[in-house]
């Protein structure tokens, strides 16, 4: 099972980011995903998460910012990100949710992470 994130980079507030993740190793499209974060210092939050069904989900912080969508055909899950402000600096991860509305999985669920920083 494999999960590799893509395009964090560094923005200024108010930019626009689009992250990636390519899964391999597992039936992508029987799989609810998500979009974890942790900043330094942080605990793990979680961001947002797409069913199976394409319905999405968005934590308070990030909702009418960010869209998570997902290609099944592809087996890519993506997070575009707008409106970026700098406490959504952060490595952001993609994570396989394993129990059904159980949004933030284990980290060894999670990929390697990419970082966004956000200035100022």
């Known amino acids: 099972v494999q999960l590799v994130e893509s395009g964090g980079g560094l923005v200024q507030a108010g930019g626009s980011l689009r992250l990636s993740c390519a899964a391999s190793?597992?039936?992508?499209?029987?799989?609810?995903m998500s979009w974890v974060r942790q900043a330094p210092g942080k605990g793990p939050e979680w961001v947002s998460g797409?069913?199976?069904?394409?319905?999405?989900y968005y934590a308070d912080s990030v909702k009418g910012r960010f869209t998570i969508s997902r290609d099944n055909a592809k087996n890519t899950l993506y997070l575009q990100m707008n409106s970026l402000k700098p406490e959504d600096t952060a490595l952001y991860y993609c994570?396989?949710?394993?129990?059904?509305?159980?949004?933030?999985?284990?980290?060894?669920?999670w990929g390697q992470g990419t970082q966004v920083t956000v200035s100022s």
């Open positions: 994570a396989r949710v394993i129990l059904r509305n159980k949004w933030l999985p284990p980290s060894n669920y």
């Open positions: 190793g597992f039936t992508f499209s029987t799989y609810d």
């Open positions: 797409i069913n199976t069904g394409g319905y999405t």
